[in-house]
């Protein structure tokens, strides 16, 4: 059973910084790209940034030069530093993976449980 469990969630002040983590356990046969999404208050759920699995990327424009997305393959782990933070970043970030679990061999998404992100003073 594949899960994806985010972690490093948390208030900060403004123009502060934080760095989220998120690690897809169980039997991967192959991951394909992985992603941020986040969902402000009383918002629907937006993409923030996504990460092939030849690490090209792609961010928000509201992101762009603030948070950078990373993976490492070998612990099936994917990041997302923030910097600069922004009162209007203040949402529950979601992990997402686009993979083939080796129950099954059928692609898919998966998704976190989330986790909270908190900007203010």
């Known amino acids: 059973q594949v899960q994806l469990v985010e972690s490093g969630g948390g208030l900060v002040q403004p123009g502060g910084s934080l760095g989220l983590s998120c690690a897809a356990s169980g039997s991967i046969h192959i991951t394909y790209s992985m992603a941020w999404y986040r969902q402000p208050p009383g918002k629907s759920r937006e993409l923030v940034a996504t990460?092939?699995?030849?690490?090209?990327?792609n961010y928000a424009d509201s992101v762009e030069g603030r948070f950078t997305i990373s993976r490492d393959n070998a612990k099936n782990t994917v990041y997302l530093q923030m910097t600069k933070l922004k009162p209007e970043d203040t949402a529950v970030y979601y992990c997402?993976?686009?993979?083939?679990?080796?129950?099954?061999?059928?692609?898919?998404?998966?998704w976190g449980q989330g986790t909270q992100v908190s900007v203010s003073l």
């Open positions: 990460i092939t699995s030849d690490d090209s990327t």
């Open positions: 997402f993976g686009d993979l083939v679990p080796k129950s099954d061999y059928s692609r898919r998404g998966f």
